[in-house]
């Protein structure tokens, strides 16, 4: 019927995606050949000298890490899509709406607190992260806000004030308390400093959460791409349904954010692709982001680590190298398609 | 049908709806006119439900629709807005097929029957042929059509348009609103309908309420309302009436002269 509506794009993500985890398990500072990799994962490697090496950074770094990469993709470009749907704006994004500025200033700020640790464990970073995002999404959205709709220019200019503030706040924070915050440093800059599997544990739930939520909100999205008076009168719940999606899509945000640092325009290059190539029904668009999410941000990782190996690039300078030309020409093009 | 009881609706501290009544029967057309900020697109806001009111209910069949979840409402009446403001990028399927919205869980699965009432409001608004074009993409008077079809998916016994002809030219304004008066006479519905245009209101509409300032200040069919001495009043012009050659309706001329 709707000839959008194949199994192809879902495929070809898959396939992308797939390629994508093998390289970024295999390469790195140390490459390890595919036969051995085969041999480590069938689990028929005994003996030899190498192979425990070869096995402990298969099992130890790189797996755990490829793995809290792949999340952490999956969670901006899920979440950027649900932002640009909500915003009805293509051009938010979690980072330029300042939501992951304010998710960053909630987790230094459990950082910096031995009390939020005491309570919170290893939960604090993500928890205040999350409040951090939810706070700063519904202050720039309160904001931009002008009558009824989210005009590009205000939601822009809200979100960048308001990131530059928490920013602002970090930067302070991290001056004041020497020592304990450095690591906080390289984490901003995205870089996905913390390594082994506890990470991952953590942040799996969280991400698993949100994105099923946001990948079975498409139909909801897409009512509401006709604004909220409209999307009322077709029978969508229309402020329950906001608030829903804010709180997944800033749940997402902040656990992206709480172990991956701070790592821009993914959210928003990636479901700006997925749409030029399959349309924008969110139904298909969310899932189809969460899946390039994933795949770019793994291959532009895997670029951080190559580019000056053995020294390792935050990821998040990556991505802003290649992010922001990108989004100069998404914001030419839709402005010259306005003026047409 | 229909019910409005004094409906009071206002913005901040200013009043915009006074102590409106109303009622749409089933297979009527009524036709809201009355000069610009009259209120009659907050008229149309209100009924759907989009305004909160400050006093007074809207009924449907006798019962108040104030407790009725959006989705229970949408199944009772659909809007059919002004063509402003739509997502460029959506398909005119895609766009007709959220009209069904009210019928659907929240993953918005269509089965049989929402494809065949799809199906049907496709055909019936002439947009069939131009279901895989984009919204972006089309002229005012198809995005006008693919509205009118996505209210028919909706399937409700309620209709309320606001200033469908606004943008049309005469050939797509007399084919809209021939199409609405079928569709009122065909499937019984009950129409309300704001309008600019006076002499196609005297054409199409069976009764007419003029607002002016807020208030229902004439209320009756397109004869006893179109006259000039209530269109003086709530126009403050002079107008000249005449009937129309073939269907004895008014016909309202700009008399050149001011009050």
């Known amino acids: ?36 990799l085969a041999r480590l994962f069938l689990g028929s490697a005994t003996g030899g000298d190498i192979l425990p090496a070869f096995r402990t950074i298969l099992f130890q770094l790189r797996l755990p890490h490829t793995a809290l990469v792949m999340l952490t993709g999956a969670a901006l470009a899920g979440s950027g899509a649900a932002y640009q749907g909500l915003f009805r704006n293509p051009l938010a994004d979690p980072y330029l709406i300042g939501v992951a500025s304010g998710a960053g200033l909630g987790a230094v700020l459990a950082m ?4 939020a640790a005491h309570f919170l464990g290893m939960f604090s970073v993500p928890a205040a992260a999350f409040l951090g995002a939810l706070l700063t999404v519904l202050a720039v959205y309160w904001l931009a806000r002008s009558g009824k709709f989210v005009p590009t220019t205000t939601l822009i200019l809200a979100g960048v004030a308001v990131g530059s503030f928490a920013s602002a706040l970090t930067s302070f924070l991290m001056l004041r308390s020497q020592g304990e915050l450095h690591r906080a440093i390289a984490w901003l800059l995205g870089g996905t400093t913390s390594s082994g599997w506890q990470p991952v544990l953590v942040t799996l739930p969280y991400v698993i959460l949100s994105l099923v939520l946001l990948s079975l909100s498409g139909h909801a999205l897409n009512v509401l791409q ?3 008076e409209q999307a009322q009168q077709l029978g969508l719940p229309v402020e329950r349904t906001k608030a829903l999606l804010i709180l997944a899509a800033s749940l997402a945000t902040a656990a992206a954010v709480s172990f991956s640092g701070i790592i821009g325009f993914v959210g928003l290059i990636v479901p700006h692709l997925a749409r030029l190539l399959w349309g924008s029904d969110y139904r298909r668009l969310i899932p189809l982001s969460i899946l390039g999410g994933a795949s770019v941000l793994l291959i532009a990782d895997l670029l951080a680590r190559v580019i000056l190996a053995p020294e390792e690039l935050p990821v998040g300078i990556v991505t802003a190298l290649a992010g922001a030309p990108f989004f100069l020409w998404v914001l030419r093009r839709t402005r010259s398609s306005r003026e047409s | 049908m229909l019910g409005i009881q004094s409906l009071t609706v206002g913005y901040g501290a200013r009043t915009v709806l006074k102590d409106i009544s109303l009622s749409v029967a089933k297979g009527e057309v009524m036709a809201l006119i009355g000069p610009n900020g009259s209120g009659k697109t907050t008229l149309i806001r209100a009924v759907s439900g989009v305004l909160d009111l ?22 009772r009446m659909a809007v059919v807005p002004q063509a402003r403001n739509l997502p460029e990028s959506f398909t005119v399927y895609q766009t007709v097929l959220l009209g069904r919205t009210p019928y659907l869980s929240w993953l918005g699965h269509p089965g049989e029957k929402d494809f065949a009432r799809l199906e049907w409001a496709l055909e019936r608004t002439d947009t069939k042929m131009l279901a895989d074009r984009l919204i972006g993409e089309l002229s005012g008077g198809e995005q006008q059509r693919v509205l009118l079809a996505r209210a028919l998916a909706q399937d409700t016994p309620i209709l309320l348009l606001d200033e469908p002809t606004a943008h049309l030219d005469i050939n797509h304004q007399a084919r809209l609103l021939n199409l609405v008066q079928e569709l009122a006479r065909e499937q019984s519905l009950a129409i309300l309908m704001a309008l600019h245009d006076l002499n196609l209101v005297a054409l199409y509409a069976d009764r007419v309420a003029l607002l002016v300032n807020g208030s229902v200040a004439a209320l009756g069919n397109p004869k006893e309302v179109l006259t000039p001495d209530t269109l003086a009043l709530a126009y403050g012009i002079h107008l000249k009436v005449i009937l129309h050659p073939d269907y004895g309706t008014p016909l309202v001329l700009p008399d050149g002269h001011h009050l």
Do not use: C, E, W
Request: proline content about 8%.
């Open chain 1, 112 to 115: 910096a607190s031995p009390l």
């Open chain 1, 226 to 228: 006709f604004g909220d």
């Open chain 1, 1 to 36: 019927m709707d000839k959008r509506l194949t199994i192809r794009p879902y495929l070809l993500n898959i396939l992308l995606l797939l390629l994508a985890l093998l390289f970024s398990i295999a390469v790195g500072a140390v490459v390890i050949p595919p036969g051995v």
């Open chain 2, 54 to 75: 400050r006093l007074g209910q809207v009924l449907v069949d006798g019962k108040d629709v104030k407790h009725l979840s959006p989705a229970q409402r949408a199944a």
